[in-house]
């Protein structure tokens, strides 16, 4: 195993904050050897930002905003802008990132799919954040060409929407300077977590169902993981689980000292409770580099693959804490 926190099951030494960094930094290269290289300046075109529709939703407008993520790609996200923020008051923002739905995509997210406890990004503004919730790409109406545009991952193009996702935020005037949120439940669950790994802007990372280690994912069969729209360099590692550069114990130890809290149910057939323990008992020891041990918090809702109210509640209060 080459992940850099842990080794042939043993934890490695790790001396101080400054010792941490260096490993970092590895941490980045070593995700990108699988996901492809996150793009820079070349990509970061005029965002030109269109309306193309709008709905009055009572606390909050609802818009359909076209933006461009890159040259060559349009990508559509839903802004929802608390009508405070239109009277004057900044207000935080939280990227809201979705589970899969081939059909519905982000739409799920802003009260329009067809699982209550997926409405994260209305029921966020509603409490006052202006909340962003990005399509992901190879899903329901967004399918961008992904390797012609020079990727090598889905997933690395999702980060990098993420990343234009807050520059766009960044443009209005009724959103409060400083970091951001971001959360998400299953496919939104790890992409918050690719993205704020690659994007210190986000302030605070929030994962329902989305992670556990690769080597105990589905009992070691990497296929979920392989598609395009996620890491196709993964399938050379098929008969070598412990030879991958990178795990999510490196990932969220990557966040530190970022808060981050991660919902993994008991009954959750996609991802193992026990594996998520154990990925953030590695990580917390750099929060603890950090003095900051409390910023990473693990809870077990007794439900399958869900994030039921008692969990978006208490994620609700920490972006209310944190922003």
Request: charged letters at 25%; proline letters at 7%.
């Amino acid at each position: 195993m080459n992940q850099l926190i842990h080794q042939n099951g043993r934890a490695i030494p790790l001396a101080s904050v400054a010792a941490w960094k260096e490993k970092r930094e590895r941490v980045l290269e070593a995700a990108q050897e699988i996901m492809g290289p996150l793009p820079g300046d070349e990509k970061r075109c005029p965002l030109a930002v269109d309306v193309v529709e709008e709905v009055d939703c009572g606390a909050y407008l609802r818009r359909l905003i076209a933006y461009a993520a890159e040259p060559g790609d349009r990508a559509r996200a839903y802004l929802l802008v608390p009508k405070r923020a239109l009277d004057g008051q900044a207000c935080s923002a939280i990227l809201c990132l979705h589970p899969t739905h081939a059909v519905l995509g982000h739409k799920t997210v802003v009260g329009l799919g067809d699982r209550p406890n997926r409405s994260y990004a209305s029921e966020l503004a509603k409490r006052g954040f202006v909340t962003l919730a990005p399509s992901y790409p190879m899903l329901a109406d967004y399918w961008p060409d992904v390797f012609g545009l020079g990727y090598e991952s889905g997933t690395m193009k999702a980060i990098w929407d993420n990343v234009r996702a807050i520059d766009v935020l960044e443009t209005l005037p009724y959103v409060k300077r400083g970091p951001v949120g971001a959360i998400g439940h299953s496919l939104g669950g790890h992409n918050s977590i690719y993205t704020a790994v690659f994007e210190p802007r986000i302030g605070v990372v929030v994962s329902s169902c989305g992670l556990d280690s690769y080597l105990d994912y589905k009992d070691g069969d990497l296929t979920g993981w392989t598609q395009d729209r996620y890491m196709p360099k993964l399938r050379e590692y098929a008969h070598r689980l412990r030879e991958i550069p990178f795990d999510f114990h490196d990932l969220i130890a990557a966040l530190a000292p970022r808060p981050c809290f991660i919902a993994a149910p008991l009954r959750d057939s996609n991802f193992k409770w026990q594996s998520v323990d154990a990925v953030a008992c590695a990580a917390a020891r750099v929060y603890a580099l950090y003095g900051a041990s409390e910023n990473l918090m693990v809870a077990h809702p007794d439900c399958e693959h869900d994030f039921p109210d008692a969990m978006r509640e208490q994620a609700y209060r920490l972006f209310e804490k944190h922003l």
